[in-house]
């Protein structure tokens, strides 16, 4: 069964970073890209990026070019977004998400809460 796991909710400072992790289950990691969405409160989902596991390779949103990076760990199946110079308005819930041959899968959610 494919599952992605996510880490814990954050609370983080303005100006800080974060990062968060998703643990791939259930199949062969590099087989698939693995996306990164955010829903901030009473928005819709707004994609963030990809990264290929395989090789490391990424694709940035052109809103988050300057202040994400993703990265993958095929020693422990995780992928992980990290985001620097946080934002109040970077308070989300922050989702991986992969496609896979038996459809699309989503991570449980992380809550990312940005306050002073």
């Known amino acids: 069964e494919v599952q992605l796991v996510q880490s814990g909710a954050e609370l983080r400072n303005p100006g800080a970073s974060v990062k968060v992790s998703c643990k791939a289950l259930g199949y062969i990691f590099t087989s698939y890209y693995i996306d990164w969405v955010r829903q901030a409160p009473g928005q819709g989902l707004e994609w963030m990026g990809r990264?290929?596991?395989?090789?490391?390779?990424?694709k940035y949103a052109r809103n988050f070019q300057d202040r994400v990076t993703f990265a993958a760990d095929t020693s422990t199946n995780t992928a992980y977004v990290e985001l620097t110079s946080l934002r109040i308005e970077d308070t989300a819930v922050y989702y991986c998400a992969t496609r896979g041959d038996g459809g699309d899968y989503w991570g449980q959610g992380t809550q990312v809460t940005v306050s002073v």
């Open positions: 990264i290929d596991p395989e090789n490391n390779g990424t």
